[in-house]
């Protein structure tokens, strides 16, 4: 009998291997002090060792590549975030703040691409929507977590899950940035820390330092 599972087109393979290659490309270039808005779709490509021809057969313009890079950027955090809950298996506050952890290595890793991100966003429409809409799925899983939480008892029913979960989304993301931007790392675990105490206890009005049950 014929396999049912379809298997990824060779468009897509070739989609994904060109984006990861760019992205390194564009990680050397921005490490070398150029700016996103100062490179250029001849640049990029000569990095990637492509034609611009074939640049322009994967992607409209360099803000289009922007906008894909993002895209993953984010997919793969909120992969991260969504894997936390605040009973089971690496939940409580420790569990939060190893997800933070993870989450700032992870932006760290790619702090090139998230200051690419910041820089164009300040100026195009286009991107500064797809960043700020891409919030909205970490946000939607802060709410469903204090929903299933108000319903089990365990967070005040005083609590609006969708204004905490903006707060704790919005304002946890800002620190994220300027911590990938401004600081060399030696703190990160602290400033995860202090982002889950921020959450838990914010959330739960109680000091446990353990699983919520």
Not at 45 to 58: C, E, H
Not at 174 to 184: C, E, H, M, T
């Amino acid at each position: 009998m014929a396999s049912t599972t379809r298997r990824r087109s060779s468009a897509a393979d070739r989609r994904s291997a060109l984006e990861k290659r760019i992205l390194s490309v564009i990680d050397e270039l921005l490490r070398d002090g150029v700016t996103y808005t100062e490179l250029s779709v001849e640049q990029i490509a000569n990095a990637a060792g492509i034609s611009r021809s074939t640049f322009y057969l994967y992607f409209r313009d360099k803000v289009d590549v922007l906008l894909r890079l993002s895209g993953s950027l984010k997919t793969e955090s909120h992969a991260i975030a969504a894997s936390w809950w605040p009973c089971g298996p690496g939940g409580g506050l420790d569990g939060l703040a190893r997800t933070y952890e993870l989450i700032l290595r992870h932006y760290r890793e790619h702090a090139t691409l998230l200051s690419a991100i910041n820089e164009v966003a300040a100026y195009d429409p286009a991107v500064r929507q797809a960043w700020t809409a891409d919030q909205g799925r970490f946000v939607d899983h802060v709410v469903a977590v204090l929903e299933e939480e108000q319903r089990a008892g365990r967070t005040p029913a005083d609590i609006d899950p969708h204004v905490a979960a903006r707060v704790i989304v919005q304002g946890g993301g800002q620190v994220i940035a300027q911590q990938v931007a401004d600081s060399d790392g030696s703190d990160d675990d602290d400033v995860a820390r202090e982002l889950a105490n921020g959450y838990w206890f914010g959330v739960y009005r109680r000091a446990r330092a353990t699983t919520a049950d």
